[in-house]
């Protein structure tokens, strides 16, 4: 389920009415202004059978938010914002941007659909880009790699551009991070290659395990059970809403997955070879 409150710095959760009900002039002098505050709440909803790719680059922690009600703190909410805000400011200066991309797969007999948007496509680069605000560069710089959830999007975007713009070319496939914070203020600036932006160019390649990680998500919310955790990014273990549920996979959890985890996978086999 999308989340149902924001827990504000005083301790009081809100709810999504609540934010909306009170007027700029009615609204604590701490809260954003009534336009930004309907641009903070906006959500996208769950629907059966249609996941999007970024579902399936997480699908534990993905599981989990179609299935509990949770609260994120406002801190959250505004970061989650000003990244959108700093996507649609480097969108726009491309001209192909916000790409809506979708890919229906056959699964145990049902329509599944599948649904990616492209940050944007540059071509006069031939690349396909994945835009990433973080809170500041360093842990990812001394790694000098991306995100691997985010290489799966950026994959995952590739293969449904190409599904849906066949014969497009497309020679790179680009992840950029920007940063929210202040470096330039901080002692940090000194440190070497620290700096507000950094790119990661890829060849463009499929993800083999998307169709499996597909039927991992569908299998899960089918018959409720949580993913198992090794799938999502090691980094949720920190950004989670939903304590130990979410951390410990309980033994019928486990026993589930040794058992299905095997048919999945001879089930592409056999599709494939058909």
């Known amino acids: 389920m999308p989340w149902t409150g924001v827990r504000f710095p005083d301790g009081r959760i809100m ?39 970024t579902e399936l680059s997480m699908p534990r922690f993905s599981w989990f938010e179609r299935n509990i009600d949770y609260t994120l703190d406002f801190d959250e ?17 491309y001209p192909l941007r916000e790409v809506a991309l979708a890919k229906v797969y056959r699964v145990e007999g049902e329509d ?40 799966f999007q950026v994959q995952g975007y590739y293969e449904l551009m190409l599904e849906n713009f066949p014969g497009m070319a497309i020679q790179k496939l680009g992840i950029w991070y920007v940063s929210k914070s202040g470096l330039l203020s901080s002692p940090s600036r000194n440190i070497p290659g620290l700096f507000r932006s950094h790119k990661f160019l890829l060849e463009p390649h499929f993800n083999l395990d998307m169709e499996l990680r597909l039927r991992i998500f569908y299998r899960g919310l089918r018959d409720h059970v949580p993913p198992p955790k090794s799938l999502d990014p090691a980094w949720r273990e920190q950004f989670n809403p939903f304590g130990e549920d979410y951390l410990t996979e309980t033994s019928e ?16 086999e056999q599709n494939f070879e058909g």
């Open 15 to 53: 709810t999504r009415q609540h934010i909306l009900t009170l007027d700029d002039l009615e609204a604590p002098d701490d809260w954003p202004v009534l336009s930004v505050r309907e641009d903070l709440v906006k959500q996208r909803v769950p629907q059966p059978n249609t996941f999007h790719i």
């Open 77 to 93: 909410v505004m970061d989650r914002w000003l990244g959108r805000v700093i996507h649609q400011g480097i969108q726009w200066k």
């Open 112 to 151: 599944v659909t599948l649904q990616g948007h492209v940050d944007a496509y540059d071509p006069r680069s031939r690349t396909l880009w994945e835009f990433k605000t973080y809170a500041t560069l360093k842990f990812l710089l001394e790694r000098n790699q991306p995100e691997q959830d985010h290489v």
């Open 253 to 268: 959890e486990i026993a589930y997955w040794e058992k299905v985890l095997p048919e999945l996978r001879k089930e592409i």
